[in-house]
Every structure is written in structure tokens, then in C-alpha cells.
């Protein structure tokens, strides 16, 4: 087994150092998956509704993305969709967190660069934009010895030790101070295997959302409750013009994060005064 495995590992490496650079220009079309179940704890809350909670949540857990590439950048971009109308008040502000934990890192537009190892990413946190401005952290991905086909193209199999940056299958927003909640933050703080499936026929060092750093395009990932799925290939032998983003008010990862976490908190807060209030309306 460790022979087979040196071997494949041996193959992509000398393969992915003499294939020729017409096929390093095109456009990549993802399905973006969060397997998440809504906690809704022990609420008396009808069957319908709690429906319809989970359909929305369904809804903006399945999202399109579009990868534009060369031989040494790229530029991940959300397709748009018609939203639905959350509404106002508790329920609109839930789903809005919903939604922007699940965006984070990967909403907007994502530009990486593999030359000099840096990325952009321009994201909208309640209606302000950030471009945060960071160095690529190096990925020690790990060949093994499985293959298999995704569309047309011969894959192999990466994987690497990674935190966790979704959430949670079992979310449940508005929760403070609660055993629930640490055990949220555990596992969303905690390491994971993630496997990604690359091909040797697209020679470039790219890949969806911060993934990247394997010999060939990365067509497939699957990260805790995340899986990305690439469904189209369209590839441009005239090369394709792949520009970063310029707007927005300039930050760094780690204090973007804070601020995620500081408009999660207020949401959190929120919510719960909410609740305090219905309770003292109902008495």
C-alpha cells in the first residue's frame, strides 16, 4: 500500500511539472452545501413554522459560486439569487446571523494570489464593505493513493488537518450563557479532516473558497458539515483577466473575525431581549 501510494504521489508530482500551460485560463462553477439542522430546543412552536424555519435554512446553505483562473490567481465570486423577504424583527435578525456565519470567508468576492501567497476578500457585513487583506496560510496537504472521476476528469485525493470555520450541524442562534452554546463553540473551534478531490488536466494551484496549494484545480471539497461540488468547467485558451478587488474599508482576518463576533454577540443579545419581552407581555 505504501508503494502504490509513493507511486501515485511520485506520478502527479512529475506530471504536474511537465504538462504544458493550455489548460491554465477558464472559469470553474461550484455548489457550495452547509448541512445545518435549526435547534430550536424545547419551544412550542407549530410543526408549519418550524417547517418553513428549516426550508430557509436550507435555502441559504446551498449557494453558487464561480471561480475565475489563471496560472497564478484567482477570484471566487457568489452568483446572485433573488433573496427571500425575511421580514423584520427576531426571526429576520436569526436567519441574518444564520447567514453571515455562513458567509464568512467566503462571501463577496475571494481573489488569491499563489505568487506572492496573499488574498483579498471584499465582503459586506450589514450593509458595510470590508476588504480584508491577508497572507495564504499554507495547507499541508497530504496525497493519498485513492482516485476516481468527477465529470470527465481524473481526480486524486488530498486531505488536511484544518479548523473548523463552519458551524455546527445543530445551530442554535440566541442562545447565551448555555451549555449549548460552549458546545457550539467547541465544535466549531475544533480541528477536521478535510478532503479535496484535484485534476492533473487543469494544472494550476487553485481551488474554491480558501482551499488551494495542490498540483491541479481542486474540483471537489468536504470540510465537517461543508461540501463543495464543482459542476462546470469552461476553460479560455486567450487566458483569462483575473483582477482583485479595490473596495472597502481595509482589515485584516483576525480583526474582521472580531467584528463578526461582536455583530453575532449584539444579534445574540438582542434576541434575547426579545424574548424577555413577549414573556413579560404574556403575563
Known amino acids: 500500500m505504501n508503494y502504490?501510494?509513493?507511486?501515485?504521489?511520485?506520478?502527479?508530482?512529475?506530471?504536474?511539472?511537465?504538462?504544458?500551460?493550455?489548460?491554465?485560463?477558464?472559469?470553474?462553477?461550484?455548489?457550495?452545501?452547509?448541512t445545518i439542522k435549526?435547534?430550536?430546543?424545547?419551544?412550542?412552536i407549530p410543526e408549519a413554522q418550524k417547517a418553513m424555519i428549516q426550508e430557509r435554512i436550507n435555502s441559504m446553505s446551498t449557494n453558487n459560486f464561480v471561480l475565475s483562473f489563471n496560472k497564478n490567481s484567482s477570484i471566487?465570486?457568489?452568483?446572485?439569487?433573488?433573496?427571500?423577504?425575511?421580514?423584520?424583527?427576531?426571526?429576520?435578525?436569526?436567519?441574518?446571523m444564520v447567514k453571515m456565519i455562513l458567509n464568512q470567508g467566503s462571501g463577496g468576492k475571494l481573489y488569491k494570489n499563489t505568487i506572492d501567497n496573499t488574498y483579498k476578500n471584499q465582503v459586506d457585513l450589514y450593509g458595510k464593505?470590508?476588504?480584508?487583506?491577508?497572507?495564504?496560510?499554507?495547507?499541508?496537504?497530504?496525497?493519498t493513493d485513492d482516485v476516481k472521476t468527477i465529470g470527465k476528469h481524473t481526480c486524486f485525493k488530498a486531505t488536511a488537518i484544518l479548523k473548523n470555520r463552519g458551524l455546527p450541524t445543530n445551530f442554535r442562534p440566541g442562545e447565551q450563557q448555555t451549555g449549548g452554546l460552549k458546545e457550539e463553540r467547541k465544535k466549531a473551534d475544533e480541528m477536521i479532516i478535510v478532503?479535496?478531490?484535484?485534476?492533473?488536466?487543469i494544472p494550476v494551484s487553485q481551488g474554491p473558497a480558501m482551499y488551494y496549494g495542490l498540483p491541479g484545480l481542486i474540483l471537489e471539497v468536504n470540510a465537517?458539515?461543508?461540501?463543495?461540488?464543482?459542476?462546470?468547467?469552461?476553460?479560455?485558451?486567450?487566458?483569462?483577466?483575473?483582477?482583485?478587488?479595490?473596495?472597502?474599508?481595509?482589515?485584516?482576518?483576525?480583526?474582521?473575525?472580531?467584528?463578526?463576533?461582536?455583530?453575532?454577540?449584539?444579534?445574540r443579545e438582542n434576541f434575547q431581549r426579545g424574548r424577555g419581552a413577549l414573556g413579560r407581555r404574556g403575563n
Open 195 to 201: 478532503t479535496a478531490w484535484f485534476t492533473l488536466d
Open 224 to 267: 465537517g458539515n461543508t461540501t463543495i461540488l464543482c459542476s462546470k468547467i469552461e476553460l479560455n485558451k486567450e487566458g483569462e483577466t483575473v483582477n482583485p478587488p479595490k473596495k472597502g474599508k481595509k482589515i485584516n482576518q483576525e480583526k474582521y473575525d472580531e467584528l463578526v463576533k461582536k455583530k453575532a454577540k449584539e444579534i
Open 76 to 96: 471566487y465570486v457568489e452568483e446572485e439569487k433573488l433573496e427571500q423577504d425575511q421580514g423584520n424583527g427576531i426571526m429576520a435578525q436569526r436567519m441574518g
Open 129 to 143: 464593505l470590508f476588504l480584508i487583506q491577508d497572507s495564504l496560510k499554507t495547507i499541508d496537504w497530504k496525497i
Open 4 to 34: 502504490l501510494k509513493n507511486t501515485i504521489t511520485l506520478f502527479v508530482l512529475i506530471f504536474s511539472a511537465s504538462v504544458s500551460a493550455q489548460n491554465t485560463n477558464g472559469k470553474a462553477y461550484y455548489v457550495v452545501k452547509n
Open 38 to 44: 435549526m435547534d430550536l430546543g424545547n419551544r412550542q
